[in-house]
Each structure stands twice: as C-alpha cells, then as structure tokens.
C-alpha cells in the first residue's frame, strides 16, 4: 500500500443498519458507494450525511433495497454525476424510489426530475466488468444477496478496496452465492448484520416454511406472506411454486418487481420458477380481487415485508382474528414496526390481540457471523477491515472473532468518521 491521503468517509451505516454510504477519495475527489436511507421510531426518512455533488466522480448503487439508494437522487438536484449499476438495479429503482416519494415525499428534498435524472446517468455494468472514472478503477463482483446485487472493488493510487455491501455466501432459490473466489484487497468493508449468529441450512427452512403452509390451507385456512417487494417476494414465490403450492395470491409492488426481474433474467438463479409463479398465480388487480383474496384458503403473498403499509396491512385484519389463519413474517422486523410487535407482544395497535398462528422463518439474504469470516479469508492480501451495516454490540463480538480468526482488529467506525490511509 502507498498509503498517502485516501480517505474513507462513513457518511452512513457507522454502527447502524440501514443508510449505506461511504465514499472513498483522494485529492478532494470520491467514489460515493451507495447513498441510502434509514427510518426512525416515526417510520420518517433519515438522511445519510451531505457530500458535495461537485466532488463526487461517480456513484455506484449496488443493490436496489432502498437503504442502499433511497437518498441517491438528492445528489442530482444541482448536478449530474455518473452513476454505475446493473441494469436490473437501474430499472428496480425507479420502481423503488417512485414508491419511496409517494409515501414519504412530504419529508424528503427531492422530486421525480431528481429520480429521472439519477436513473439516465446510471451506466449499466456487469459482474466481472472493470469501468474508470476518474482516478479511480472500479470493478464489480456478484454479491449474492438480491437479483443484480453487486460488490465493488475500488483502486485508487496502488490500493484496492473492496466494499461487499450486503452480501450473501448462501445459495438461495433466488441467486446464487457471492462469487469472491480469487478476489484480492487491501482495506475490506464489509457489512455485519449478522456479524455474532449462523443462520440455519436454508434447505432446512424452506421445508419447515412450505410444512407449515400446507397445514394451515389443510385446516382451511389462509397464510398471510408480508414481503418486501424486491428480493424477498420473489424468493417466496419461487419456493411456494418448486413445492407446487397452490392456490397462490400475490398483491402490492411485488408484481411489479418480478416483471422487472424477469426483463433481466440472467441475473435469476431459477428464471423459470419466478415465469411459472407469473403465469399460474393470481396477482390482484384492484379491490375486486382484493376482497375475494382472504375469502378461501390459500397463500397471500403480499407487501410489506414488516407491514408497515401496502396491502398486507388490509389482509391481516381480514384474517388475524381466526385461529385458522396464519401469519408467517420472512424477513427482518426492524424495531417499532407493525411486524416486530406481532413478534413480540403477539398484536398491533390495530388488532392488540391476534388469534391466528404466528411464525417467524430464518430467509436471511445477508451472510451469517461464519460466513463473514469465510468471505474474509477467501479474500486473498485483507490488512484492513472496516465494519459497516450493523448494530454496535454485534459489530463487537464480531470483530473479536475476526481478531482470533485473521489477526487483524477491525476498525468500528460511526456515522461521520473518516478513515485516513
Ligand atoms: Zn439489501
Ligand atoms: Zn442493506
């Protein structure tokens, strides 16, 4: 490593989940990578701290979750900047960030011209691709985590910095691991979601998952599915399908997400399973379909994934107060949302006492605390490593293990440090 004056800016994700942004730089120039969002207790927006649009070269969006490009175009407001992305993630977004305005708008100091805008930069890159901007080389690797999902490997004056951003080294229904054989880096940035626990076989939860849904629709009853729209729902589809499940009814922007999908299928492990989910399941159109959806049983795969708003919220008061019901949540339940309390106090505000089955299933699309590790150590020439995208405490036990494993301590930094090589 030369080592002189490059910095790396934690303007998010600093011992938080949630509003990914790091800019690496040199010369008062940076490579912004990622430029997401998080949510307080209100369910409002938070920002990422500010960098100025003029010393930006470029932006790389590595994932279309909205905690990785939800404040992207506020960069454009005054400006354009080039911008790198797999054509999956170029078209979700604007699904994603058209959304994000109409339900968040009020909050937020961006318009539709700023999210047009930030998608006609984006460059389209592939797995494996090598692009310049400026002083910088940037290359991207899949990183397993969602359909399109990239890592990006930085080079600037004779050092290499990989961020993995959310990564997964599990084979799902959906994508196929993170490909980080024969990767090499000096600084690594890895995100620590699940930095202290390991996630079950996922063979093992998909077959307790689809277990469960066939007991509820044998007992005449129905299972509610809350997902996130990208990633998530197409999982679930993909899975209830393989295990013929039926009858299926899909609602909310997951449609949308899977048409998307489907226009850039290469980036799909089982393009032909998310097909046959389109062409045999029902995907409500309107009230009509909506009202009847609940009526027999079946599967209701429906956003949002911690029913924080969309159509799952109608479904679980149409069927949270029968015993025969199922509520089956497949993903995170961040902290105060509707999801979590179902979890933990068994109700929401709406409906304080839920009578219907209630599960939680391990789907994770982050690498668990072995897994990390793993990505570590395949990781050839690692002499720094930077954890990002996780909660404090987690970071800590962490970090520890990657002390005893690599013998190297990782730096911890917050939301607003700069690291300087
Ligand atoms: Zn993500
Ligand atoms: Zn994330």
Not at 40 to 46: I, S, Y
Not at 64 to 75: F, R, V
Not at 265 to 284: C, D, G, H, I, S
Not at 301 to 309: P, T
């Amino acid at each position: 490593m030369s080592g002189n004056n490059i910095e790396i800016k934690i303007l998010g994700s600093g011992k938080e989940v949630g509003r990914a942004a790091i800019a690496v730089g040199r010369n008062g120039k940076y490579v912004l990578l990622d430029y997401g969002v998080n949510f307080d207790e209100k369910d409002n927006p938070v920002m990422p701290l500010p960098i100025a649009p003029k010393d930006v070269e470029a932006l790389v969006l590595t994932h279309t979750h909205l905690d990785h490009i939800g404040a992207a175009p506020l960069l454009y407001v005054s400006k354009n900047i080039k911008a790198f992305a797999t054509e999956l993630t170029r078209d979700a977004a604007r699904l994603m960030l058209e959304d994000f305005l109409k339900l968040s708008g009020y909050y937020l100091d961006f318009e539709i011209e700023e999210v047009n805008k930030l998608i006609d930069n984006i460059q389209p890159v592939e797995h494996g691709q090598t692009v310049s901007a400026g002083q910088f080389l940037l290359s991207f690797f899949d990183s397993g985590h969602i359909q399109g999902s990239i890592g990006t490997i930085v080079d600037v004056d004779s050092t290499r910095i990989l961020y993995t951003s959310d990564v997964n080294l599990m084979e799902t229904k959906l994508v196929g691991p993170a490909k980080i054989d024969g990767l090499k880096a000096d600084i690594v940035i890895i995100e620590s979601t699940y930095g202290s626990t390991d996630h079950p076989p996922r063979i093992d939860v998909e077959k307790r998952f689809i277990d469960a849904v066939r007991e509820v629709i044998e007992n005449n009853g129905v299972v509610l599915v809350p997902s996130f729209s990208i990633g998530r729902g197409q999982e679930i589809l993909s899975i209830l399908i393989d295990n013929d499940v039926y009858p299926v009814r899909v609602d909310g922007m997951i449609r949308r997400a899977s048409e998307i999908s489907l226009m850039h299928r290469k980036f799909l492990r089982r393009p032909e399973l998310l097909e046959k989910a389109m062409e045999e399941y029902l995907f409500v159109r309107g009230w009509q379909d909506r009202r009847k959806a609940w009526k027999t049983p079946g599967v209701i795969v429906a956003s949002a994934g911690m029913l924080k708003g969309g159509p799952s919220r109608y479904y679980l008061r149409k069927i949270g107060k029968e015993k025969r019901n199922a509520v089956f949540l497949v993903s995170y339940q961040a902290e105060g949302t509707p999801g979590r309390e179902i979890l933990e106090k068994g109700g929401t505000s709406e409906i304080p006492k839920l009578e219907s089955r209630v599960e939680w299933f391990d789907f994770s699309s982050h690498a668990d605390s072995t897994s990390l590790i793993n990505i570590l150590k395949r990781i050839s020439s690692v002499q720094t490593v930077i954890l990002v995208h996780g909660e404090e405490e987690i970071q800590r036990v962490f970090a520890d293990k990657v002390e005893k494993e690599l013998g190297i301590k990782p730096i911890i930094p917050s939301t607003g440090d700069t690291i300087t090589l």
